[in-house]
Protein backbone atom coordinates (compact mmCIF):
# COMPACT_ATOMS: atom_id res chain seq x y z
CA UNK A 1 0.00 0.00 0.00
CA UNK A 2 1.43 3.55 -0.96
CA UNK A 3 1.78 5.61 1.76
CA UNK A 4 0.72 9.24 0.91
CA UNK A 5 2.56 11.91 2.86
CA UNK A 6 1.21 15.34 2.78
CA UNK A 7 3.29 17.53 4.33
CA UNK A 8 3.03 21.75 5.01
CA UNK A 9 5.12 22.56 2.06
CA UNK A 10 3.05 20.25 0.15
CA UNK A 11 -0.11 21.65 0.78
CA UNK A 12 0.64 24.85 0.83
CA UNK A 13 2.21 24.30 -2.90
CA UNK A 14 -1.12 22.32 -3.83
CA UNK A 15 -3.11 25.37 -2.71
CA UNK A 16 -0.65 27.36 -4.76
CA UNK A 17 -1.39 25.56 -7.67
CA UNK A 18 -5.22 25.32 -7.14
CA UNK A 19 -5.01 29.19 -6.99
CA UNK A 20 -3.11 29.67 -10.33
CA UNK A 21 -5.39 27.44 -12.17
CA UNK A 22 -8.90 28.72 -10.55
CA UNK A 23 -7.71 32.57 -11.76
CA UNK A 24 -7.27 30.82 -14.93
CA UNK A 25 -10.42 29.35 -15.24
CA UNK A 26 -11.56 33.24 -14.39
CA UNK A 27 -9.69 34.53 -17.18
CA UNK A 28 -11.15 32.16 -19.55
CA UNK A 29 -15.15 32.90 -18.69
CA UNK A 30 -14.64 36.45 -19.49
CA UNK A 31 -13.48 36.29 -23.18
CA UNK A 32 -16.64 38.13 -24.59
CA UNK A 33 -16.80 39.51 -28.22
CA UNK A 34 -16.54 43.38 -28.14
CA UNK A 35 -15.85 46.00 -30.32
CA UNK A 36 -15.05 50.14 -29.75
CA UNK A 37 -16.12 52.28 -31.94
CA UNK A 38 -15.21 56.03 -31.01
CA UNK A 39 -16.41 59.47 -32.76
CA UNK A 40 -13.10 62.06 -31.32
CA UNK A 41 -11.91 65.30 -31.28
CA UNK A 42 -15.58 66.43 -30.68
CA UNK A 43 -16.07 70.11 -29.66
CA UNK A 44 -18.07 72.59 -28.53
CA UNK A 45 -17.34 76.66 -29.17
CA UNK A 46 -18.88 79.44 -28.34
CA UNK A 47 -20.58 81.72 -30.89
CA UNK A 48 -19.23 85.56 -31.05
CA UNK A 49 -21.62 88.57 -30.40
CA UNK A 50 -19.93 92.23 -30.91
CA UNK A 51 -21.63 95.21 -31.20
CA UNK A 52 -19.90 98.09 -32.93
CA UNK A 53 -20.16 101.63 -33.12
CA UNK A 54 -20.14 105.01 -35.56
CA UNK A 55 -21.13 108.33 -34.92
CA UNK A 56 -22.07 111.82 -35.63
CA UNK A 57 -22.01 114.63 -33.17
CA UNK A 58 -23.41 118.59 -34.22
CA UNK A 59 -23.75 121.42 -32.86
CA UNK A 60 -25.87 124.74 -33.12
CA UNK A 61 -24.12 127.44 -31.53
CA UNK A 62 -22.69 130.53 -32.27
CA UNK A 63 -21.93 129.75 -35.87
CA UNK A 64 -24.92 128.15 -36.53
CA UNK A 65 -25.44 124.64 -37.61
CA UNK A 66 -22.07 122.82 -37.80
CA UNK A 67 -20.58 118.80 -38.18
CA UNK A 68 -18.30 118.89 -35.01
CA UNK A 69 -16.84 115.02 -34.45
CA UNK A 70 -17.37 111.91 -36.53
CA UNK A 71 -16.38 108.62 -36.43
CA UNK A 72 -15.01 106.76 -39.23
CA UNK A 73 -13.37 110.30 -40.23
CA UNK A 74 -10.67 110.32 -42.60
CA UNK A 75 -11.99 111.55 -45.83
CA UNK A 76 -12.72 115.19 -46.30
CA UNK A 77 -15.83 115.91 -47.31
CA UNK A 78 -17.67 118.26 -50.43
CA UNK A 79 -18.73 121.96 -49.14
CA UNK A 80 -22.16 120.78 -49.80
CA UNK A 81 -23.57 117.56 -48.34
CA UNK A 82 -26.98 116.71 -47.51
CA UNK A 83 -27.04 113.65 -46.42
CA UNK A 84 -24.29 114.50 -44.26
CA UNK A 85 -21.82 111.88 -45.23
CA UNK A 86 -18.85 112.19 -47.13
CA UNK A 87 -18.73 111.78 -51.35
CA UNK A 88 -18.04 108.47 -52.01
CA UNK A 89 -16.09 109.07 -54.94
CA UNK A 90 -13.96 111.50 -52.61
CA UNK A 91 -10.82 110.23 -51.96
CA UNK A 92 -8.84 113.49 -49.73
CA UNK A 93 -7.56 112.34 -46.52
CA UNK A 94 -7.95 114.38 -43.45
CA UNK A 95 -10.68 114.71 -40.78
CA UNK A 96 -13.85 117.46 -41.43
CA UNK A 97 -16.15 116.17 -38.66
CA UNK A 98 -18.43 114.66 -41.08
CA UNK A 99 -18.63 110.97 -41.14
CA UNK A 100 -17.55 108.89 -44.15
CA UNK A 101 -18.88 106.36 -46.07
CA UNK A 102 -19.14 102.95 -44.84
CA UNK A 103 -17.86 100.12 -47.38
CA UNK A 104 -19.44 97.25 -48.16
CA UNK A 105 -17.99 94.22 -48.32
CA UNK A 106 -18.58 93.77 -51.53
CA UNK A 107 -16.63 97.00 -52.54
CA UNK A 108 -13.71 96.33 -50.25
CA UNK A 109 -13.58 92.54 -52.28
CA UNK A 110 -13.70 93.82 -55.30
CA UNK A 111 -11.04 96.41 -54.69
CA UNK A 112 -8.82 93.46 -52.57
CA UNK A 113 -9.64 90.64 -54.72
CA UNK A 114 -11.48 92.14 -57.82
CA UNK A 115 -14.31 89.65 -56.90
CA UNK A 116 -17.41 89.66 -54.83
CA UNK A 117 -17.54 88.80 -51.96
CA UNK A 118 -19.65 85.81 -52.30
CA UNK A 119 -17.04 84.45 -54.88
CA UNK A 120 -13.90 84.26 -52.89
CA UNK A 121 -12.22 81.84 -50.68
CA UNK A 122 -12.92 81.19 -47.08
CA UNK A 123 -9.73 82.90 -46.41
CA UNK A 124 -10.35 85.57 -48.67
CA UNK A 125 -13.63 86.15 -47.16
CA UNK A 126 -11.94 86.38 -43.43
CA UNK A 127 -9.44 89.36 -45.04
CA UNK A 128 -12.39 91.27 -46.25
CA UNK A 129 -14.78 90.66 -42.84
CA UNK A 130 -11.91 91.93 -41.04
CA UNK A 131 -11.65 95.04 -42.83
CA UNK A 132 -14.95 95.71 -43.24
CA UNK A 133 -15.16 95.61 -39.39
CA UNK A 134 -12.64 97.87 -38.68
CA UNK A 135 -14.44 100.87 -40.36
CA UNK A 136 -16.49 100.77 -36.55
CA UNK A 137 -15.52 101.41 -32.86
CA UNK A 138 -15.28 99.27 -30.55
CA UNK A 139 -15.68 101.41 -26.95
CA UNK A 140 -14.14 101.91 -24.84
CA UNK A 141 -11.07 100.98 -26.06
CA UNK A 142 -10.84 102.75 -29.70
CA UNK A 143 -11.72 106.03 -27.78
CA UNK A 144 -8.73 105.93 -25.51
CA UNK A 145 -6.79 108.63 -27.19
CA UNK A 146 -9.82 110.22 -28.24
CA UNK A 147 -11.50 113.42 -26.52
CA UNK A 148 -15.24 112.77 -25.39
CA UNK A 149 -17.55 112.91 -28.48
CA UNK A 150 -19.82 115.50 -26.95
CA UNK A 151 -17.47 118.06 -25.75
CA UNK A 152 -18.77 121.94 -25.13
CA UNK A 153 -17.70 124.73 -22.95
CA UNK A 154 -19.57 127.46 -23.92
CA UNK A 155 -23.41 126.43 -23.97
CA UNK A 156 -25.64 129.26 -24.01
CA UNK A 157 -29.48 129.53 -24.28
CA UNK A 158 -30.69 128.53 -28.03
CA UNK A 159 -28.03 126.42 -28.54
CA UNK A 160 -28.96 122.65 -29.33
CA UNK A 161 -26.47 119.78 -30.52
CA UNK A 162 -27.00 115.76 -31.46
CA UNK A 163 -25.44 113.01 -31.82
CA UNK A 164 -26.32 109.91 -34.21
CA UNK A 165 -25.20 106.47 -33.01
CA UNK A 166 -24.72 103.72 -35.82
CA UNK A 167 -24.99 100.10 -34.30
CA UNK A 168 -24.06 97.06 -35.91
CA UNK A 169 -24.22 93.49 -34.67
CA UNK A 170 -22.24 91.31 -35.63
CA UNK A 171 -22.01 86.96 -35.71
CA UNK A 172 -25.51 86.83 -33.74
CA UNK A 173 -28.83 89.13 -34.15
CA UNK A 174 -29.70 90.84 -30.68
CA UNK A 175 -31.45 93.11 -28.71
CA UNK A 176 -30.05 96.28 -27.91
CA UNK A 177 -30.64 99.33 -25.06
CA UNK A 178 -29.83 102.45 -24.84
CA UNK A 179 -28.16 103.80 -21.57
CA UNK A 180 -26.05 106.25 -19.71
CA UNK A 181 -25.18 107.74 -16.61
CA UNK A 182 -24.78 111.45 -14.75
CA UNK A 183 -20.73 111.48 -14.02
CA UNK A 184 -20.72 114.55 -12.57
CA UNK A 185 -22.74 117.81 -11.89
CA UNK A 186 -20.48 120.69 -11.25
CA UNK A 187 -22.23 124.14 -9.84
CA UNK A 188 -18.38 125.54 -10.79
CA UNK A 189 -18.90 128.56 -8.54
CA UNK A 190 -21.51 131.29 -8.64
CA UNK A 191 -21.48 134.44 -11.10
CA UNK A 192 -22.87 137.60 -9.27
CA UNK A 193 -25.64 137.26 -12.04
CA UNK A 194 -26.74 133.70 -10.92
CA UNK A 195 -26.17 134.37 -7.07
CA UNK A 196 -28.73 137.04 -7.84
CA UNK A 197 -31.42 134.74 -9.41
CA UNK A 198 -33.89 134.00 -7.33
CA UNK A 199 -33.77 130.57 -8.92
CA UNK A 200 -30.89 129.76 -7.82
CA UNK A 201 -30.58 126.91 -5.31
CA UNK A 202 -27.84 124.83 -3.72
CA UNK A 203 -24.15 125.89 -2.69
CA UNK A 204 -21.54 127.49 -5.17
CA UNK A 205 -18.79 124.74 -5.02
CA UNK A 206 -21.83 121.41 -5.09
CA UNK A 207 -19.75 118.88 -7.06
CA UNK A 208 -22.15 115.47 -7.15
CA UNK A 209 -22.02 112.24 -8.84
CA UNK A 210 -25.78 112.07 -8.02
CA UNK A 211 -28.98 112.85 -10.37
CA UNK A 212 -30.29 113.92 -6.44
CA UNK A 213 -28.57 117.37 -6.72
CA UNK A 214 -28.87 121.43 -7.05
CA UNK A 215 -27.14 121.50 -10.57
CA UNK A 216 -30.14 123.48 -12.48
CA UNK A 217 -28.25 122.70 -16.07
CA UNK A 218 -29.63 119.02 -15.26
CA UNK A 219 -33.27 120.74 -15.06
CA UNK A 220 -32.93 123.18 -17.85
CA UNK A 221 -31.31 121.17 -20.85
CA UNK A 222 -34.11 119.27 -22.86
CA UNK A 223 -33.61 115.84 -24.48
CA UNK A 224 -35.51 114.36 -27.68
CA UNK A 225 -34.37 110.66 -28.45
CA UNK A 226 -35.31 109.21 -31.55
CA UNK A 227 -34.80 106.71 -34.56
CA UNK A 228 -32.60 109.01 -37.21
CA UNK A 229 -33.67 106.44 -39.89
CA UNK A 230 -31.30 108.40 -42.37
CA UNK A 231 -28.47 108.99 -40.07
CA UNK A 232 -28.23 112.22 -40.77
CA UNK A 233 -28.15 113.36 -36.84
CA UNK A 234 -31.18 115.34 -37.18
CA UNK A 235 -34.60 114.99 -36.69
CA UNK A 236 -37.19 114.71 -39.15
CA UNK A 237 -40.93 114.48 -39.33
CA UNK A 238 -41.22 111.20 -40.71
CA UNK A 239 -38.52 109.58 -37.82
CA UNK A 240 -40.15 108.07 -34.68
CA UNK A 241 -39.75 109.17 -31.59
CA UNK A 242 -39.17 107.50 -28.27
CA UNK A 243 -38.25 110.58 -26.16
CA UNK A 244 -39.35 114.21 -26.46
CA UNK A 245 -39.46 114.96 -29.80
CA UNK A 246 -42.27 118.23 -29.29
CA UNK A 247 -41.83 121.21 -31.38
CA UNK A 248 -41.52 123.42 -27.90
CA UNK A 249 -38.41 121.65 -26.37
CA UNK A 250 -39.29 122.94 -22.93
CA UNK A 251 -42.05 120.28 -23.10
CA UNK A 252 -39.40 117.71 -23.72
CA UNK A 253 -37.46 115.60 -20.58
CA UNK A 254 -34.95 116.88 -18.99
CA UNK A 255 -31.14 115.66 -19.20
CA UNK A 256 -31.91 114.87 -15.05
CA UNK A 257 -35.38 112.70 -16.41
CA UNK A 258 -33.39 110.87 -19.27
CA UNK A 259 -30.28 109.67 -16.99
CA UNK A 260 -32.80 108.65 -14.57
CA UNK A 261 -34.59 106.68 -17.13
CA UNK A 262 -31.09 105.28 -18.54
CA UNK A 263 -29.84 104.43 -15.58
CA UNK A 264 -32.56 102.20 -14.52
CA UNK A 265 -32.38 98.70 -15.17
CA UNK A 266 -30.47 97.90 -18.81
CA UNK A 267 -31.81 101.22 -20.54
CA UNK A 268 -34.01 102.08 -22.61
CA UNK A 269 -35.44 99.19 -24.90
CA UNK A 270 -35.09 99.84 -28.42
CA UNK A 271 -36.98 97.81 -31.44
CA UNK A 272 -35.14 96.77 -34.52
CA UNK A 273 -38.40 98.17 -36.49
CA UNK A 274 -37.74 101.42 -35.16
CA UNK A 275 -41.26 101.32 -33.47
CA UNK A 276 -41.30 103.19 -30.38
CA UNK A 277 -44.16 101.74 -28.67
CA UNK A 278 -43.02 98.73 -28.32
CA UNK A 279 -42.21 97.18 -25.19
CA UNK A 280 -39.03 95.29 -23.96
CA UNK A 281 -40.79 91.48 -24.12
CA UNK A 282 -42.70 91.76 -27.05
CA UNK A 283 -40.15 93.88 -29.61
CA UNK A 284 -38.00 93.02 -32.72
CA UNK A 285 -34.44 91.73 -32.70
CA UNK A 286 -32.02 93.73 -34.33
CA UNK A 287 -30.47 91.54 -37.00
CA UNK A 288 -26.50 91.07 -37.22
CA UNK A 289 -25.05 92.62 -39.93
CA UNK A 290 -27.48 95.26 -40.67
CA UNK A 291 -26.95 99.00 -39.81
CA UNK A 292 -29.49 100.66 -37.51
CA UNK A 293 -29.45 104.85 -36.71
CA UNK A 294 -30.46 106.23 -33.25
CA UNK A 295 -30.49 110.01 -32.00
CA UNK A 296 -30.16 111.67 -29.34
CA UNK A 297 -30.30 115.31 -29.55
CA UNK A 298 -30.29 118.43 -26.84
CA UNK A 299 -31.53 121.78 -26.77
CA UNK A 300 -31.01 124.59 -23.97
CA UNK A 301 -34.03 126.63 -24.22
CA UNK A 302 -34.18 130.18 -24.29
CA UNK A 303 -37.21 130.48 -20.82
CA UNK A 304 -34.31 130.58 -18.22
CA UNK A 305 -32.57 133.32 -16.43
CA UNK A 306 -28.95 133.32 -14.92
CA UNK A 307 -29.62 130.65 -12.24
CA UNK A 308 -27.50 128.05 -14.79
CA UNK A 309 -24.58 130.39 -15.44
CA UNK A 310 -20.95 128.37 -15.00
CA UNK A 311 -22.81 124.82 -14.45
CA UNK A 312 -21.31 122.12 -15.99
CA UNK A 313 -22.16 118.06 -16.83
CA UNK A 314 -20.47 114.92 -17.81
CA UNK A 315 -22.49 112.04 -18.20
CA UNK A 316 -22.01 108.62 -20.02
CA UNK A 317 -24.23 107.22 -23.47
CA UNK A 318 -23.32 103.75 -23.89
CA UNK A 319 -25.33 100.66 -25.99
CA UNK A 320 -25.60 97.37 -24.29
CA UNK A 321 -27.09 94.11 -26.18
CA UNK A 322 -27.51 90.19 -25.30
CA UNK A 323 -28.55 87.89 -27.76
CA UNK A 324 -31.91 86.93 -28.60
CA UNK A 325 -31.88 83.46 -28.80
CA UNK A 326 -33.04 81.87 -25.58
CA UNK A 327 -34.06 85.17 -24.64
CA UNK A 328 -37.54 87.21 -24.83
CA UNK A 329 -36.01 90.41 -24.19
CA UNK A 330 -36.68 91.72 -21.41
CA UNK A 331 -33.07 91.76 -20.28
CA UNK A 332 -30.89 89.90 -17.91
CA UNK A 333 -31.43 90.94 -14.12
CA UNK A 334 -29.19 92.95 -11.74
CA UNK A 335 -28.28 91.67 -8.15
CA UNK A 336 -30.03 94.75 -7.15
CA UNK A 337 -33.50 94.23 -8.68
CA UNK A 338 -35.76 92.07 -8.67
CA UNK A 339 -38.04 92.38 -12.17
CA UNK A 340 -36.29 94.26 -15.03
CA UNK A 341 -37.42 97.66 -15.47
CA UNK A 342 -39.87 99.06 -17.76
CA UNK A 343 -39.25 102.84 -19.11
CA UNK A 344 -42.22 105.35 -19.59
CA UNK A 345 -42.39 106.12 -23.09
CA UNK A 346 -42.87 109.95 -23.47
CA UNK A 347 -43.97 110.51 -27.50
CA UNK A 348 -44.61 113.83 -29.25
CA UNK A 349 -47.25 115.90 -29.25
CA UNK A 350 -48.75 115.36 -32.47
Known amino acids: MTKLTLTRRRLLAGLGTIGVASAGAGLGTTAYF ?17 LKMDWQVTYTGPN ?12 QNEDIDTLARDNLFRTISGADGIRDPIDSRDTIANRAFSSDYDDLTADQQATVEDAFRSQFADVPQDLFEMRPIIDLDDVKPGDSGSVSFSLH ?6 YIWLNGRLVEARENGHTEPEGEDPDTV ?3 DEVSTLLDNDVELLDEIRVTVWYDLDGDAEVDTDEPVLLG ?35 AVDRACFANSTTYYVGVLWELPVDHA ?19 RHNDGAGMIDADETTPSEPEVVTDDE
Do not use: H, K, M, W
Not at 263 to 276: F, I, W
Not at 313 to 320: A, E, I, M, Q, S
Open 34 to 50: SDQETFENNQLTAGEFD
Open 64 to 75: GFEYVTASPDQL
Open 169 to 174: LFDNPG
Open 202 to 204: GPA
Open 245 to 279: GNADPTANPTLRDLFGLLSTGNGLPLDATADPQAG
Open 306 to 324: NQIQSDGVTFDLGFYAEQC
